[in-house]
């Protein structure tokens, strides 16, 4: 299908009657999809060489999050105890991590894109979001394995799929897939001008681990004092990444716990405490949201883009 | 005529910065020292080529030329002005900028095309030419990282005048790639340019100019000093007095070798 949509591309660039146009690729990330069989190639690029030179390879996309999850699960979990209160704890928090990992892993590698790939940028036209979209794409690729291990870690616990969980599970994907392009873009953008914006993510992606509901789960916040301060519980909420946090954990580790502890046997009962009112409508209203972003974004790339070639 | 690449008041201006922390900046603030300075690279140009046109890019070092040619290509965006150009654009400038050295030569060759607008099937069919012309031999399938400044550059070389386009540019690129390699360019860049294709040709060989273009446009300082005629402009850049001996070799076979020399 590229090869053929690619090949029309290139002969309706043939004639000469074609009209006088900027030289400029100004097209966005529409120029992108345009162009997918070169986004082919460079996440073939980046997946090559990532790993080149190591001797475990695409292994060591498993062991740092595995490393974290034990940590987790040791002293969260066993130490603190909260495994005793909270069924399925480990599926709980493995759900929210593959989620936390694929949004830290985006945005990190997207800001430093352009900024690798700056040999190419300096001197070849092309669109330049093509760097912070093949960087979410490998993201995705490097996260699927750890999605893998998930469901079957799910499965063997008793999950059963039900429609609102695989609708939750493809809203959170969304939001994070959206938000997560959003920033790398932006991110990615700045970071041609100031490398501090690297560093800055590599500051905030320190937080996302505790400003989601993944080593406690959402009710204990909810029942806390703080949690019952509406501002805070709003404000708690209007982080997409959140939101997204709890739609996985909706859509896998909700089904598992069903007559479990203080859970009812429907998964149709389980509410607030246990998880925000109307959660489905709060996803798609992120899922809007983080689309916004991205066209904001967008916009903002597109206008630090015109420097790119000089200051990079 | 139809016309191929037009420049209209285009102007694309430079900032240097002399300092790139809070501490240098608050110091040179202190001293009243100067945190920025900004220049006009190319500084409201405009021409208009038609399809079909060969023109010469000329100038001494720092006058624009790269920077312009840079705005043809679509690498940068004019500041004020436009630059507009009609059809693919390939060139031979920045040979193998998007060459990975871990990827092997062949994987190269396909990431190349795509970015200069290639279709896989069109890259497939050339395939074997661009190994031909390039002539890396058993090579092909290791990491380019690996290869002979030569092999890296003739890789790039023959990826870019294998692309279809509508325009072709050229960046002062003779100085890679022993001699009958050089030859073989030559040849080919004839073959573009009697086949219709716009050529713009940034050089400062004026013997090989003078082969190549039917027009020159200097350069000085960013503005457009001169369009017209070759010998007209290569006179104006004085660049007639160090030339004089090769014009007076009356054999083929020595004015191209002058012509190649001259580009190292």
């Known amino acids: 299908m590229t090869t053929q949509s690619d090949a029309a591309r290139a002969t309706s660039l043939q004639p000469p009657d074609a009209g006088l146009v900027s030289p400029f690729a100004g097209g966005g990330l529409l120029d992108v999809f345009r162009r997918r069989y070169l986004l082919r190639l460079l996440v073939q690029k980046e997946v090559r060489s990532r790993y080149q030179g190591s001797v475990l390879g695409l292994l060591w996309s498993y062991i740092q999050p595995m490393v974290r999850f034990c940590m987790y699960f040791f002293v969260i979990g066993l130490i603190l105890g909260v495994h005793k209160n909270v069924p399925n704890f480990a599926i709980h928090m493995f759900a929210a991590i593959v989620g936390v990992h694929f949004f830290t892993e985006t945005f990190s590698s997207g800001t430093r894109s352009i900024v690798k790939n700056k040999a190419?940028?300096?001197?070849?036209?092309?669109?330049?979001?093509?760097?912070?979209?093949?960087?979410?794409?490998v993201s995705a690729i490097n996260t699927y394995p750890q999605l893998m291990i998930l469901f079957v870690a799910a499965v063997a616990t008793g999950w059963r799929p039900d429609p609102g969980a695989l609708l939750a599970g493809i809203l959170g994907v969304a939001i994070i897939t959206l938000l997560g392009t959003a920033l790398a873009l932006l991110f990615a953008g700045m970071n041609v001008f100031f490398r501090d914006f690297q560093n800055i993510v590599a500051t905030f992606t320190l937080f996302t681990h505790w400003i989601v509901p993944m080593i406690y789960p959402f009710e204990k916040l909810a029942t806390s004092s703080l949690g019952q301060n509406p501002w805070f519980y709003t404000a708690y909420l209007s982080n997409p990444l959140t939101v997204a946090v709890l739609l996985l954990q909706r859509a896998v580790w909700l089904p598992t716990v069903l007559g479990k502890g203080s859970f009812p046997t429907?998964?149709?009962?389980?509410?607030?405490?246990?998880?925000?009112?109307?959660?489905?409508?709060?996803?798609?209203?992120?899922?809007?949201?983080?689309?916004?972003?991205?066209?904001?974004?967008?916009?903002?790339?597109?206008?630090?883009?015109?420097?790119?070639?000089?200051?990079? | 005529m139809t016309l191929s690449i037009v420049a209209e008041h285009a102007s694309k201006q430079f900032t240097l910065r002399y300092h790139r922390?809070?501490?240098?900046i608050t110091i040179a603030a202190m001293r009243k020292q100067k945190i920025s300075d900004s220049f006009l690279a190319v500084n409201d140009v405009s021409f208009?080529?038609?399809?079909?046109?060969?023109?010469?890019?000329?100038?001494?070092?720092?006058?624009?030329?790269?920077?312009?040619?840079?705005?043809?290509?679509?690498?940068?965006?004019?500041?004020?002005?436009?630059?507009?150009?009609?059809?693919?654009?390939?060139?031979?400038?920045?040979?193998?900028?998007?060459?990975h050295p871990q990827l092997t030569g062949r994987d190269n060759v396909y990431l190349n095309a795509a970015i200069l607008g290639m279709s896989e099937a069109e890259t497939r069919r050339k395939f074997d030419q661009i190994v031909e012309f390039a002539d890396i031999g058993r090579f092909l399938d290791t990491p380019v990282g690996n290869?002979?400044?030569?092999?890296?550059?003739?890789?790039?070389?023959a990826v870019a005048v294998h692309t279809d386009s509508e325009i072709f540019l050229i960046d002062e690129v003779l100085a890679v790639g022993d001699k009958p390699f050089k030859q073989k360019c030559m040849e080919r860049m004839h073959e573009i340019r009697q086949s219709g294709r716009t050529?713009?040709?940034?050089?400062?060989?004026?013997?090989?100019?003078?082969?190549?273009?039917?027009?020159?446009?200097?350069?000085?300082?960013?503005?457009?000093?001169?369009?017209?005629?070759?010998?007209?402009?290569?006179?104006?850049?004085?660049?007639?007095?160090?030339?004089?001996?090769?014009?007076?070799?009356?054999?083929?076979?020595?004015?191209?070798?002058?012509?190649?020399?001259?580009?190292?």
């Open chain 2, 147 to 157: 290869y002979s400044s030569g092999m890296f550059s003739r890789l790039g070389f």
């Open chain 2, 199 to 264: 050529m713009v040709y940034v050089s400062h060989a004026a013997a090989s100019v003078r082969r190549m273009c039917d027009r020159v446009l200097v350069l000085e300082k960013g503005v457009l000093g001169y369009d017209g005629p070759v010998d007209a402009g290569i006179r104006y850049l004085h660049y007639e007095d160090a030339e004089e001996d090769v014009n007076s070799e009356s054999s083929e076979e020595i004015e191209t070798d002058e012509e190649l020399g001259a580009d190292v």
């Open chain 2, 48 to 99: 208009a080529i038609e399809q079909g046109e060969s023109v010469g890019l000329m100038g001494l070092n720092g006058s624009g030329k790269s920077t312009l040619l840079k705005l043809i290509n679509g690498v940068m965006k004019p500041d004020a002005g436009s630059v507009l150009t009609r059809g693919r654009i390939a060139g031979l400038i920045a040979t193998g900028a998007g060459f």
């Open chain 1, 120 to 137: 190419i940028v300096r001197k070849m036209a092309m669109p330049r979001e093509m760097f912070p979209v093949s960087a979410v794409i």
């Open chain 2, 21 to 24: 922390t809070i501490k240098q």
């Open chain 1, 266 to 312: 429907d998964v149709n009962e389980i509410g607030y405490p246990n998880l925000p009112n109307h959660l489905i409508l709060l996803g798609w209203l992120m899922v809007l949201v983080s689309f916004v972003i991205l066209v904001l974004c967008q916009l903002a790339f597109q206008r630090l883009e015109s420097k790119f070639a000089e200051r990079v």
